[in-house]
């Protein structure tokens, strides 16, 4: 067979599957219990008919022995024959002792079993012989060569139509029961995928439309239900996904929207009418500021992206972290001598975290520049970094405004600006905080917050220590 005609092969459903399985394993029971059966007869069958021939064998050989000659009571035994209703016993007695050796038989032995078909061996036992009309016999010789011989055999016609009409009636039985196991398969089978069917139901009609649509899980079998409890499971994470997709993607346009329209604006009012120099140069400068929103918009999606992406690699090293923290510090002390603030390092010389350099000094950076924009003169940032047994934890602190409790649960939410209009006149687009929330998952560690209104916030990050990154 062709890979391509094996390829074309529709597999079995389940249902069909059950069926064979329900099917074969009820008739294979049945097909077992009525052999056994059967060969338990016909074992039977054979044990007494051996039983009774050889003990008429040796009963006849007893009274021919305890007699000299031919007597009548011996030919009387012996032209009898014997045995039960349904078996006929053949007789031939054959007496070497004395000067003149007799024989006598059953009458009818002759035609029916020739001399020669008997065993010549005395220890062979029972054996069958078919006769030239079709009767089946069972013969047995027992005795002395020099002495009484005694041939036997008994007729077992009656037993083997017996057995042909048992064989005969249990194929009937074996017929009708395969029909009635593979039609009682077939409903079984039936009855236990019609819970699968209203799975795969419901799975048909759930689209980007209906997402909110779940398996209703009452009355299902319990391997069925942990299969629905966790295709629900599974929906409900798409549905998040797809909600966050769909305003990641409002909020991408709206975010392009704005300084493309600017850009678009300032160059129709230039090309508007004839201007001077100095004014087409405040018109590219306000163009060059756009477009540098836009560069640190696309930056900041660009990044996010790839550090959703299971597969990107993050490149690790072991970095001490006071001395980053102070790195950071000296690069925003200018900007916080000028906003009256003050800024400070509180870290242990010896903590070592293993991360990206990098990625970890733009998290504090996005911290401290919030931080900075959210404090008034006269306040105060600072960043701590202390040992956990299970992570290094990194504090950003600021005694600023705060954020509302309605505010919390979003603000590491791409796009999400506590203050709508501040933010929109500093030019930030709302995905700092969601950049830092990013690099810290990145390196299997966690972002937090706390805050109160005109008290300040805090920030942690926890990074894990290298054998928990390993881990994960």
Request: glycine residues 10%.
């Amino acid at each position: 067979m062709s890979s391509k005609t094996v390829a074309n092969c529709r597999p079995w459903s389940l249902a069909l599957r059950l069926t064979v399985w329900y099917a074969g394993s009820a008739f294979s029971l049945v097909a077992l219990t009525t052999g056994y059966l059967y060969f338990a007869l016909v074992g039977q069958l054979v044990e007494e008919d051996d039983e009774w021939l050889t003990g008429k064998a040796a009963e006849t050989r007893r009274v021919a022995e305890s007699r000299t000659g031919d007597s009548p009571d011996l030919r009387r035994l012996v032209e009898t024959g014997g045995g039960r209703a349904a078996e006929r016993i053949y007789l031939r007695v054959n007496d070497a002792r004395g000067p003149v050796p007799f024989a006598v038989e059953t009458p009818g032995l002759s035609a029916a079993v020739p001399t020669h078909a008997f065993p010549d061996n005395l220890t062979t036992g029972v054996r069958d012989f078919r006769s030239e009309n079709g009767r089946l016999y069972r013969l047995h010789v027992e005795g002395d060569p020099a002495g009484v011989i005694v041939r036997a055999a008994m007729d077992r016609t009656e037993d083997e139509e017996l057995l042909e009409g048992h064989r005969r009636r249990l194929s009937y039985v074996l017929v009708v029961s395969l029909v009635v196991c593979s039609v009682g398969g077939y409903r079984l089978a039936r009855q236990g995928v019609r819970p699968i069917e209203g799975v795969t139901a419901t799975a048909q009609r759930i689209g980007p439309a209906r997402l909110g649509e779940r398996i209703d899980t009452r009355g299902l079998p319990a391997e069925v239900s942990d299969l629905a409890g966790t295709f629900n499971a599974m929906l409900g994470r798409l549905e998040d996904a797809f909600n966050r997709l769909s305003r990641f993607s409002a909020d991408i346009a709206h975010e392009l929207r704005n300084p493309v329209n600017n850009l678009r604006g300032e160059v129709e009012v230039a090309l508007g009418k004839d201007r001077t120099p100095n004014e087409y140069r405040d018109v590219l400068g306000s163009c060059l500021e756009e477009c540098g929103r836009l560069g640190r918009l696309i930056d900041g999606l660009l990044f996010l992206a790839r550090s959703e992406n299971p597969g990107a690699e993050l490149r690790t090293e072991p970095v001490n972290v006071a001395t980053e923290l102070v790195a950071v510090r000296e690069f925003f002390d200018p900007v916080a001598t000028e906003a009256g603030l003050t800024l400070a390092v509180d870290a242990s010389p010896d903590l070592v975290v293993q991360t990206d350099r990098t990625l970890f000094q733009r998290a504090v950076a996005n911290l401290v520049t919030n931080a900075l924009a959210h404090t008034p003169t006269g306040g105060t940032v600072t960043i701590v970094a202390t040992h956990e047994p299970a992570a290094i934890r990194v504090d950003v602190r600021d005694t600023g405004e705060g954020i509302s409790n309605n505010d919390q649960p979003h603000i590491f939410d791409r796009f999400y600006r506590a203050d709508k209009v501040r933010t929109s006149s500093t030019g930030r687009v709302g995905l700092g905080l969601a950049i830092v929330k990013g690099i810290v998952e990145w390196h299997g560690g966690s972002v937090s917050a706390v805050s109160k209104l005109g008290t300040g916030t805090t920030v942690t990050l926890r990074f894990p220590h290298p054998k928990q990154m390993t881990k994960t």
